[in-house]
RNA sequence: GUGGGUAUAGCUCAGCUGGUUAGAGCACCAGAUUGUGGUUCUGGGGGUCGUCGGUUCAAAUCCGAUUACCCACCCCA
């Protein structure tokens, strides 16, 4: 039989797994000098959980698990003669796989909302699965790491998670723009528009103007029932005004939001935002942006997405505020804000642009090598010694020809080798090789320590 | 869900309108070099040409079906 792997997954290789734990690393660091705590929810969900929350489309992209024993026994036997998938799928299968992470994170506030101190916030790095067709850096299998607040509708978060936006990309290396936007400000336009009907339509269509320019945006709105002028006003109120800061451009949008209540208190919580992000340091730019819609997502306040400054790829993030995540699930008046890390477009980045350090943390340091049987066992013996100081490191299994032995320490991309014959073992003076330069010098257990170690802080 | 592309060595791919024994680069193994990897040179191993069927004296090559993967759109991360 072939080996293979299913469509749309992919295998993590030794040198991509300390990459990626390198950046979730980042992450999980910042998420937690933030105040937010762990949670993992399991890889399958009950399809009750799951079904009815991404809309229709998300409905078909759930993977479904068949149930176990004699399933067709227990089918819809009439669905089952109709050859009616639909009809038959909840009488197969009774789970699914997890579509995302916000869902069965508010599954996990409703089922625990008694012993959960609010506000509660929780991040969570897992992988999740949608049926989708893959191509390019679109996945079947793939990362979320979402950080969550519930509980409270303090604008304090909004600002708290744009700082935690710029502190990991800061880490990272990656300069970035973070945008910010208010859906209530985009109800605003919508009414002095005239189309509140035709909301939704408008937010999908303002979602696709850095990909298909304004007049795309305009057909599009054409497309979808809005009237031609109220789409060119849509689209003159959200193009750019040259020269004008972030103050001055929410002074134009006050006076032409005047009428609508809905877009004034947007327009507030902006506001407010901005007062709290000019009380922190950030070395990234937070802007206003009205041309953020976020297409027909449930947020129902403050927007965010993030963009890396010089390079075209998509958005590295986004997030909001959702009024009524949990309401679904029994519990109403929940308020909700929270963002997400594409932490494989953030990967890609970073390997295009050179930002993974050269040493990651959990690549092997050192290579013993050992040329007779007795400088082996002494290797052995030096192995554990170094091992409980702290050094990653490893010897080859048998003194074998130290051509092999050096082979297989360069196929590890080990930074050092020490090598160990019998003269070495009497003097205590070991060669250390440095396997990129290839010099090589001679030096003592203690010596060698303080070469890994200096070198593992510089 | 709609449309397109690809399938030949472990990997990336050549192989013209059908015609001897199916190739290259990388990787692998051995030697040049009995205490030095990565670089260089020499040699070597490795393929039912995705699967099934059809056309033909003859199919990796033409035709049909099928399966798998990839890419674009919709949507999304």
């Known amino acids: 039989m072939k080996p293979s792997l299913p469509k749309g997954t992919r295998d993590f290789g030794p040198q991509q797994m300390l990459?990626?734990?390198?950046?979730?690393?980042?992450l999980r660091g910042a998420f937690e000098r933030y105040g937010f705590q762990p949670l993992e929810t399991p890889a399958m969900e009950n399809l009750s959980t799951l079904?009815?929350?991404?809309?229709?489309?998300?409905?078909?992209?759930?993977?479904?698990?068949?149930?176990?024993?004699?399933?067709?026994?227990?089918?819809?036997?009439?669905?089952?003669?109709?050859?009616?998938s639909r009809k038959l799928t909840p009488s197969i299968s009774k789970r699914g796989l997890r579509y995302d992470l916000t869902v069965p994170f508010a599954r996990y506030v409703v089922m625990h909302r008694h012993e959960l101190a609010f506000p509660f916030k929780r991040y969570q790095?897992?992988?999740?699965?949608?049926?989708?067709?893959?191509?390019?850096?679109?996945?079947?299998e793939f990362y979320q790491c979402d950080a969550d607040v519930v509980g409270s509708d303090s604008l304090m978060y909004e600002a708290e998670l744009a700082g935690l936006y710029d502190y990991v990309f800061d880490q990272i290396g990656l300069p970035v723009q973070i945008r910010i936007n208010n859906r209530k400000l985009l109800y605003g336009l919508a009414e002095v528009c005239g189309i509140t009907d035709r909301f939704t339509e408008m937010t999908v269509a303002i979602d696709k103007l850095d990909k298909t320019g304004p007049e795309g945006v305009q057909k599009e709105m054409e497309q979808r029932g809005i009237p031609a002028e109220a789409a060119a006003k849509v689209l003159s109120s959200i193009a750019p005004v040259e020269n004008s800061d972030t103050e001055a451009q929410l002074?134009?949008?006050?006076?032409?939001?005047?009428?609508?209540?809905?877009?004034?208190?947007?327009?507030?919580?902006?506001?407010?935002?901005?007062?709290?992000?000019?009380?922190?340091?950030?070395?990234?730019?937070?802007?206003?942006?009205?041309?953020?819609?976020?297409?027909?997502?449930?947020?129902?306040?403050?927007?965010?997405?993030?963009?890396?400054?010089?390079?075209?790829?998509?958005?590295?993030g986004g997030g909001g505020r959702y009024d009524d995540l949990t309401g679904l699930f029994g519990l109403k008046d929940v308020s909700g804000v929270g963002i997400s890390f594409g932490a494989e477009r953030i990967y890609?980045?970073?390997?295009?642009?050179?930002?993974?350090?050269?040493?990651?943390?959990?690549?092997?340091?050192?290579?013993?090598?050992?040329?007779?049987?007795?400088?082996?066992?002494?290797?052995?013996?030096?192995?554990?010694?170094?091992?409980?100081?702290?050094?990653?490191?490893?010897?080859?299994?048998?003194?074998?020809?130290?051509?092999?032995?050096?082979?297989?320490?360069?196929?590890?991309?080990?930074?050092?080798?020490l090598i160990i014959g019998s003269e070495e073992m009497k003097t205590g003076m070991y060669a250390l090789k440095d396997m990129s330069s290839g010099e090589q010098r001679k030096c003592g257990i203690i010596d060698v320590l303080m070469e890994l170690f200096s070198k593992k802080e510089g």
Not at 400 to 409: C, D, E, G, N
Request: contains cysteine.
């Open 251 to 316: 002074a134009n949008w006050k006076q032409l939001l005047s009428q609508s209540e809905t877009g004034l208190k947007g327009l507030a919580e902006l506001e407010e935002v901005f007062d709290y992000a000019g009380r922190t340091q950030m070395s990234n730019e937070l802007i206003f942006d009205p041309t953020l819609a976020r297409g027909l997502s449930y947020y129902t306040g403050c927007i965010f997405e993030v963009n890396a400054i010089d390079a075209n790829m998509g958005s590295l």
């Open 125 to 140: 790095i897992q992988a999740v699965w949608r049926a989708d067709r893959p191509q390019r850096g679109r996945y079947q």
């Open 19 to 26: 990459r990626r734990n390198y950046l979730f690393g980042i």
């Open 348 to 417: 890609d980045l970073m390997e295009e642009k050179g930002l993974f350090p050269k040493n990651l943390p959990g690549q092997l340091q050192l290579f013993l090598i050992a040329l007779d049987e007795e400088s082996h066992k002494h290797a052995f013996e030096l192995l554990q010694h170094l091992r409980h100081s702290g050094v990653a490191s490893d010897l080859y299994p048998e003194p074998a020809k130290l051509k092999k032995q050096m082979k297989y320490a360069n196929a590890l991309k080990v930074p050092k080798v």
């Open 51 to 84: 079904t009815g929350k991404y809309g229709e489309e998300g409905d078909k992209l759930l993977f479904k698990i068949l149930n176990n024993g004699d399933y067709l026994a227990k089918a819809d036997q009439s669905a089952l003669q109709a050859l009616d």
